[in-house]
């Protein structure tokens, strides 16, 4: 083994959500005074974590596929006098603790998404007692308490990596009391809880402190958000947006995922109070059928949601969504599926996500009759997936000959190219120097592709940091997309 305070290789493979990318890079964090250093490969690695989720679709297998052929990388170095510590954590490690150390008995390490502020005292006790280490237990404590100041940038999905600064993930809920009959959360990561104000507050000034100039806040149902405040009381997700926007250099706000039984008056006055909360919600409905819907224990009907769209838009008008489908769930007949398709021709959507229904153990829906076919569950995504390309494909379009304020986090694909994203979070480029990146600048768009649209600078539109722009992209489009 190498010496408790030399520099050891640590690669991280992670998996899944938002949530997964910020807890990677904590663990990353709790794991350096160890002297753990990040790594490009597993061949360099003295530990891998395989940081997973069990959302999707043969979760489970694809982490047994990677965990074989992490087994040859731990054989290799082995033979060359290496130790590697294996490590799988997340919702399939919470899962399936016990059926990991069954078949792949050369993992080290088995911990679950509420414990990784422990795996400090997992490296060791697994290098002393050369066995297994299961944490898969939901503590009592808040992990949160017992993690060091953020060390690793978390930056979004897409951002250079020339600036990953500055965009930044803040994990602010975790859990779920909703218990939709297709979701494992709430079996993997518990019950709702909050952290406190006064620690997401002192996280948040630290990534400004490191450069970050958005941060998007972090939760299973993050507008369930009701974290105790410093004088002791209850505050909403809308209070602590309000709070998080007095922090000099944090120029944009953002926070996923929501439910829409979750999303009160407070927090739809904030999206028109605060120009710091950017025009993007992503608010999953999953169907557009009532019948669906009870099946699913959503707890709203599809005109709740239609009503709330509309509240939201009245508050915002430049609001742009996003969303998430399922087809295919058991039950659902061809005419569920057409009063999906209407909800998302009423509504409109400038990005979305649809997946087909497949079984998560334990979950109500695992075992409900009344299977859809698997052919028939392929046609309705297709159908749902060309209807949500045309309507993002409708909504970058309309935004052409429109202004935006960018914020640039990176050079662009092509040389004299800079990268960065619009409030609404669609990647943007445009011809301009390196000098940008980190600031915040007015742009023409001139084109549009499917996933991303183009520009143009304005002359001298570089913005200072206590200004605020005015944008005028939006709301013709959405009014489009209505029946």
């Not at 999953?286 to 699913?296: I, N």
């Not at 309309?398 to 409030?423: K, M, N, S, W, Y």
Request: aromatic share 6%; glycine share 8%; proline share 6%.
């Amino acid at each position: 083994m190498s010496s408790p305070n030399s520099t050891k290789g640590l690669h991280v493979i992670t998996w899944g959500c938002q949530m997964n990318v910020y807890d990677s890079a904590r663990m990353t964090d709790v794991l350096a005074p160890l002297g753990y250093r990040p790594v490009e490969s597993p061949d360099a690695a003295d530990m891998v974590i395989l940081n997973t989720c069990h959302i999707r679709d043969r979760a489970a297998e694809k982490v047994f596929s990677e965990l074989g052929r992490l087994r040859l990388v731990k054989r290799e170095r082995a033979d060359q006098g290496r130790d590697t510590v294996i490590a799988v954590a997340g919702c399939v490690a919470q899962a399936e603790g016990e059926e990991i150390t069954r078949r792949a008995p050369y993992v080290d390490i088995v911990l679950g998404p509420q414990t990784y502020h422990r795996l400090p005292e997992m490296v060791a006790r697994a290098a002393r007692a050369g066995g297994k280490v299961i944490e898969t237990d939901f503590p009592a404590e808040q992990k949160f308490d017992f993690l060091p100041e953020a060390i690793t940038a978390q930056a979004v999905p897409g951002a250079s990596a020339a600036a990953p600064g500055l965009t930044a993930f803040l994990t602010v809920q975790e859990g779920c009391d909703k218990f939709c009959s297709f979701c494992v959360v709430p079996y993997t990561r518990g019950a709702e809880s909050s952290r406190p104000v006064a620690s997401v507050l002192a996280e948040a000034r630290h990534l400004v402190a490191r450069g970050a100039r958005e941060i998007t806040l972090l939760g299973q149902n993050v507008n369930a958000y009701h974290g105790t405040g410093p004088d002791g009381s209850d505050w909403s997700l809308a209070r602590l947006a309000h709070a998080l926007a007095e922090i000099d250099g944090l120029w944009r706000i953002r926070y996923t995922t929501s439910h829409p039984r979750d999303m009160d008056d407070d927090l739809i006055a904030a999206h028109r109070d605060l120009p710091q909360l950017m025009p993007f919600l992503h608010l999953p409905v999953q169907s557009g059928s009532d019948r669906m819907l009870s099946a699913m224990n959503r707890g709203h009907t599809a005109d709740a949601y239609r009503r709330l769209v509309d509240r939201l838009r009245a508050a915002r008008p430049d609001l742009a969504l996003s969303s998430d489908f399922i087809v295919g769930h058991p039950g659902e007949t061809e005419a569920d599926f057409e009063a999906t398709l209407q909800l998302v021709r009423d509504i409109g959507f400038a990005q979305a996500f649809s997946f087909k229904y497949s079984p998560r153990p334990g979950t109500p829906a695992a075992g409900a009759p009344l299977r859809v076919a698997e052919f028939v569950a392929d046609q309705r995504l297709q159908a749902l997936q060309a209807l949500l390309r045309e309507q993002q494909a409708a909504f970058n379009a309309d935004c052409v000959g429109r202004r935006a304020e960018v914020l640039f986090t990176g050079p662009g694909r092509h040389p004299g190219q800079i990268a960065g994203r619009t409030p609404w979070l669609q990647p943007i480029h445009v011809e301009g120097g390196e000098s940008l990146i980190g600031a915040r600048a007015l742009v023409d768009i001139r084109a549009a592709a499917t996933n991303s649209v183009s520009g143009a600078l304005i002359g001298g539109a570089r913005i200072a940091p206590s200004q605020t722009s005015e944008v005028d992209c939006l709301q013709p489009a959405l009014e489009d997309h209505r029946a």
